[in-house]
């Protein structure tokens, strides 16, 4: 139980084109979703929190018109990188928050690798 | 001040001997601690949670943690080569904040 998918797993685009990544829990409802960024060689940087049906929560430094998140149902979350510029090339990895065991356990999706020309 | 703090390594074990992580935390009030395996390339995979003071065994992994201290640890017993990865600890701060705070990660290499 508790798997988290992520599609695509790797998507190459131009740059000033946008991309949407979406983030699914298959078998346990998730109010909580993740979203983390990692640059080779580095540590996760969290981005943002996703509640279901309400804003998402930025980290400091994270431009919310540039990544943005929606979580529309208690089993997806979506991120849409606007503008994409070769610096947004990174790996990009959601995790859900199973509340139905522990409260805090999150698991990870097998992340995003995107690459922009 | 860095909240969550692991030795970042490189953490070279031989073969079946026992592999020993450490990790420490500045928040008194954190009640969940998590252990992750990351081999490169890939996405954090959960592979410990603890709770309460003690020791918690699953299979080849023991994780440790000691409030008092301010400490957690994961011992994998027999190591295996395919142990070799990065162990991130995570630990969810105290006041209901539901981010996870995370270690830079130690790198542990298993030699055969």
């Known amino acids: 139980g508790a798997v988290v998918s992520q599609h695509p797993s790797w998507v190459i685009c131009k740059s000033g084109t946008s991309v949407k990544i979406e983030c699914r829990s298959l078998?346990?409802?998730?109010?909580?979703m993740f979203w983390y960024r990692q640059f080779p060689k580095q540590s996760l940087m969290l981005m943002a929190t996703?509640?279901?049906?309400?804003?998402?929560?930025?980290e400091q430094g994270v431009e919310k018109d540039k990544f943005l998140i929606n979580h529309a149902s208690l089993t997806l979350s979506t991120l849409t990188v606007t503008s994409a510029h070769p610096e947004d090339s990174s790996f990009y990895i959601c995790?859900?928050?199973?509340?139905?065991?522990?409260?805090?356990?999150?698991?990870f999706g097998p992340g995003t690798r995107l690459l922009v020309l | 001040q860095k909240e969550v703090e692991q030795n970042s390594g490189p953490l070279s074990v031989p073969e079946g001997a026992i592999a020993s992580l450490n990790c420490t935390y500045s928040?008194?009030?954190?009640?969940?601690f998590f252990w992750y395996r990351q081999y490169s390339g890939k996405s954090p995979e959960l592979i410990m949670s603890?709770?309460?003071?003690g020791d918690k065994e699953d299979g080849r992994f023991t994780a440790q943690l000691n409030k008092a201290s301010q400490y957690v640890s994961l011992l994998i017993r027999d190591s295996q080569p395919s142990d070799s990865a990065t162990y991130l600890c995570?630990?969810?701060?105290?006041?209901?904040?539901?981010?996870?705070?995370f270690g830079t990660g130690t790198r542990l290499t298993i030699i055969p």
């Open positions: 995790s859900a928050r199973d509340g139905g065991q522990g409260g805090e356990t999150q698991y």
């Open positions: 078998d346990f409802q998730a109010t909580t």
């Open positions: 996703s509640n279901e049906g309400s804003k998402a929560t930025y």
């Open positions: 928040d008194r009030g954190s009640q969940s």
């Open positions: 603890i709770y309460s003071n």
């Open positions: 995570a630990v969810n701060p105290s006041g209901g904040n539901e981010k996870l705070t």
